[in-house]
Nanobody, 115 residues
């Protein structure tokens, strides 16, 4: 089983990034998917959820209206489109898969927002 995030980078404030999470080794289309992030010195927090059927909920307040979660079950991939980035969005971003008691995490991708 693997979840591999990509797309993290150094970006200027106001910029955009799209993160991807490529899944393998399990039936991706049966799993709810989430994005989490962990800023330096802070706890890991959930920022968005998309169910296996594509229902989206639980956007964290600070990203509502700026971030969009999506998935492509044909490509076994989850995405996070991030717009209007601010320095407060600097964190390691993790993808997460869950079905019942079966949980998988990716290794994380670093997003740094700085001028």
């Amino acid at each position: 089983v693997q979840l591999v995030e990509s797309g993290g980078a150094l970006v200027q404030p106001g910029g955009s990034l799209r993160l991807s999470c490529a899944a393998s080794g399990f039936n991706f289309s049966n799993y709810d998917m989430r994005w989490y992030r962990q800023a330096p010195g802070k706890e890991r927090v959930r920022i968005a959820t998309i169910t296996n059927t594509g229902f989206i909920y639980n956007y964290e307040d600070s990203v509502t209206g700026r971030f969009t979660i999506s998935r492509d079950n044909a490509k076994n991939t989850e995405y996070l489109q991030m717009n209007s980035l601010t320095p407060e969005d600097t964190a390691v971003y993790y993808c997460h898969a869950r079905r019942d008691q079966s949980v998988y995490w990716g290794q994380g991708t670093q997003v740094t927002v700085s001028s």
